[in-house]
């Protein structure tokens, strides 16, 4: 009778946890991270790899493809194709260049009407043809502009602008979406770096920035969006039925075995040793530089732009911290709290001179 009544109760809370979050996590996987390759960024919602991707996973406007090299592409309404290098989801902005390696030209006729983005920092730079080369005044060229008579340089520098202005053709005013909003004007660029575009809407960031994944809400026909965290969906209901189980097999067990006693033998488990973690006090971590970094974003060391903690990019205006030792940087906040548990730079490894102490809890 105790057996039937358990399989009873067992299928109750079978079909109950058949319509609970535990089940509907597979139906993440249809919009599951996509890549064109492993060194092509990560695509989720709001953007979708055509091809690859159902309509729901992306929202309109954020459509991406692969071409024959395996790079991501956007096809940008007015503008025409170009490879996207990044995406930030915290942030909200996509790193973009041209696919056949002469972004100022593309710049020239860069227009985002009818498109969700917009520039992340504008800055407007000069185009100026010119016969003569001026690369003796340390003037950097657009090569994939230039021919074999005449040089094009670009600039942002008013002195610069002057300069070239009463010995050159100007070609056009853009204003140009660049990566930073440079504080001091620049005296001339080839304008190959990647430009940084933003988008307002949906507003995903703050999801993506607490681990959340962003999608369309089930059954709101793609008109509302919700902020879901699939590394924790259904661990409640999953605990529960797995202790429902652990009792079924109890059961079974008990019935199986009961014209029999088995003895039982408890293990006995040695106590582990407490491990004591060791970092830096207070005031050695206060004593560490700290910078506010300035709209330009100059560093001591300009290929360390990324925390190597947070594995984000340093903005304009975030305060950083450096080791003396080493001269790594960080983001004051990552550094102070790795420096109270290790003693030692996350990148180097190399322990700064004081004396460790256990963290108070």
């Known amino acids: 009778m105790d057996t039937t009544k358990t399989i009873i109760i067992f299928f109750f809370f079978f079909f109950l946890f058949s319509n609970s979050p535990l089940i509907t996590i597979s139906a993440l996987d249809f919009c599951s991270n996509s890549f064109c390759s492993r060194k092509e960024p990560a695509i989720r919602f709001p953007f ?28 940008l309404p007015n503008s025409g194709k170009f490879s996207v290098q990044a995406i930030d989801y915290a942030r909200q902005n996509i790193l973009l260049n041209d696919p056949e390696n002469c972004l100022p030209k593309r710049l020239l006729e860069l227009n ?47 002195r610069t602008i002057s300069f070239l202005k009463s010995r ?42 607490r681990g959340g994944r962003c999608g369309f809400r089930n059954g709101s026909n793609g008109t509302q969006i919700e902020c879901t965290n699939a590394a924790h969906r259904g661990i409640p209901a999953f605990l529960f039925l797995l202790g429902f189980l652990c009792f079924l097999c109890s059961r079974v067990r008990n ?68 080791i003396p030792e080493c001269h790594h940087c960080f983001h004051s906040e990552c550094i102070d709290q790795w420096l109270r548990l290790n003693s030692s730079c996350p990148v180097c490894r190399n322990s700064p001179g004081s004396s460790p102490f256990s963290p108070e809890l």
Not at 188 to 202: E, V
Not at 282 to 301: A, F, M
């Open 255 to 322: 019935y199986c075995w009961r014209p029999h006693r088995v003895m039982e033998f408890s293990t006995v488990v040695a106590p582990q040793p407490t491990t004591v973690v060791c970092g830096l006090d207070n005031p050695t971590i206060e004593s560490y530089p700290k910078t506010i970094l300035g709209e330009s974003c100059r560093l001591p060391k300009p290929d360390d732009n990324i925390c190597s903690i947070c594995l984000c990019e340093y903005m304009p205006k975030e305060t950083l911290r450096s």
């Open 48 to 75: 979708r790899l055509k091809n690859l991707q159902p309509a729901p996973c992306g929202y309109p406007g954020f459509n991406l493809f692969c071409n024959t090299f395996n790079q991501t592409l956007i096809d």
């Open 168 to 209: 050159c053709n100007l070609m056009a005013k853009v204003a140009v979406p660049v990566q930073w909003n440079y504080f001091e004007p620049v005296m001339t660029s080839d304008l190959s770096d990647n430009i940084r575009l933003k988008w307002g809407s949906p507003r995903c960031g703050q999801c993506e920035s």
């Open 112 to 158: 985002l009407f009818g498109s969700p983005f917009k520039g992340f920092f504008l800055q407007d730079f000069m185009f100026f043809n010119c016969t003569f080369d001026y690369r003796n005044y340390k003037f950097n060229p657009i090569g994939c502009l230039s021919g074999e008579n005449y040089t094009v340089f670009a600039s942002s520098s008013q």
